[in-house]
């Protein structure tokens, strides 16, 4: 049980109660191409800017328009006619066929494409094959959510080499540039190895609605955004299984008995709530999960809505014990002023 449920529910929702439970996950070692594409240095880039605007422009030209003496023009062209994007004939300056292809596939300017190497280990969960993050339990043997056809190891890692890791590479960070860089894309992805599992907790919130009490669904706000949990759609059906499975239905003369019990410890307090035919359920529902149970001075009685271990109960509760040790420490202080 955890108290740390979301409390931004919708007015005619109300929670009841919290569970946790595990999702299996497991760590997988990457090995994956990346394309980047780093930029030119500021003069190498004038100068295929201009080829680009003026194709056989003279070197004195150049050397010209950007003030460079002899040895700079002959340095800036010779680094682009080694990276060969620029050839020079009689003079002239032209791009080639790859200086071209430089502006043909950047919008804003020339951009240096490459290709590199990376390992990388990530995680992700074994029923969507979604990422996640390995973190320490709040509570041990907490029920796991079922892998669905049991699928093996090999499988998942399967997945994530023909469609997880591109689909989430920005969401894993595997897109992070190095500086001087636009963020890498995915090129290919070369092998996914499957290494230990461990689990993550999802805290789920047991809600109802004040029209329909019966009806009781999970909220997994807590756990993640609303867009995150849609590309986790085969963890929250799993989930809503598992909340079918704590439904009881009701005895015969369960309720009777309850709001029996009941009137007889707070008379008082529910008498506003009784007929002639005895309690009042229906009202008496509207009216405590309408209201904050907090309690104050002059209400000293309020009644509580589901498992004790809410956040709002456990709040009132913890209000209670609050008032009760400072009015035990005002009589303890009267009693000694007497003797």
């Not at 003369?253 to 005895?278: H, K, V, W």
Request: aromatic letters at 8%; a negative charge.
């Amino acid at each position: 049980m955890t108290g740390e449920e979301n409390e931004a529910v919708d007015e005619d929702k109300i929670v009841v109660g919290t569970i946790e439970l595990a999702l299996p996950c497991r760590h997988f070692l990457v090995e994956y191409k990346v394309a980047g594409s780093e930029k030119f240095s500021p003069t190498l880039e004038f100068l295929l800017r201009i080829i680009h605007s003026a194709p056989g422009i003279e070197r004195g030209q150049v050397s010209a328009f950007f003030g460079y003496n002899d040895d700079e023009i002959a340095f800036v062209v010779n680094e682009a006619t080694v990276h060969g994007f620029v050839s020079e004939a009689d003079s002239r300056l032209n791009l080639t066929i790859a200086g071209r292809e430089l502006f043909e596939k950047s919008i804003d300017g020339p951009r240096l494409f490459s290709v590199r190497k990376k390992i990388d280990k990530v995680s992700f969960d074994l029923l969507s094959i979604s990422p996640t993050s390995q973190k320490n339990l709040r509570v041990k043997s907490l029920p796991e959510l079922p892998i669905s056809n049991e699928a093996a190891s090999k499988g998942v890692a399967q997945e994530i080499q023909v469609n997880s890791l591109r689909r989430f590479f920005g969401e894993l960070g595997l897109s992070r540039s190095r500086e001087g860089e636009v963020p890498a894309t995915l090129y290919s992805v070369d092998n996914v190895r499957a290494e230990n599992r461990f689990q993550e907790s999802i805290p789920i919130s047991l809600v109802a609605s004040i029209s329909s009490p019966s009806i009781v669904t999970a909220d997994l706000s807590e756990w993640r955004a609303d867009h995150e949990i849609a590309d986790r759609l085969e963890i929250e059906r799993e989930v809503s299984k598992f909340v079918d499975t704590l439904k009881t239905l009701s005895r015969t003369g369960d309720g009777d008995e309850a709001y029996d019990i009941l009137s007889e410890i707070f008379p008082d307090y529910l008498d506003r709530f009784s007929t002639r035919r005895g309690l009042n359920v229906e009202r008496f529902w509207r009216e405590v999960a309408g209201q904050d149970p907090s309690p104050r001075v002059n209400r000293k009685t309020v009644p509580v809505v589901g498992s004790l271990f809410t956040k709002k109960n456990s709040r009132a509760i913890g209000q209670v014990i609050e008032y009760g040790a400072r009015n035990f420490n005002r009589t303890l202080k009267r009693e000694r002023l007497v003797l």
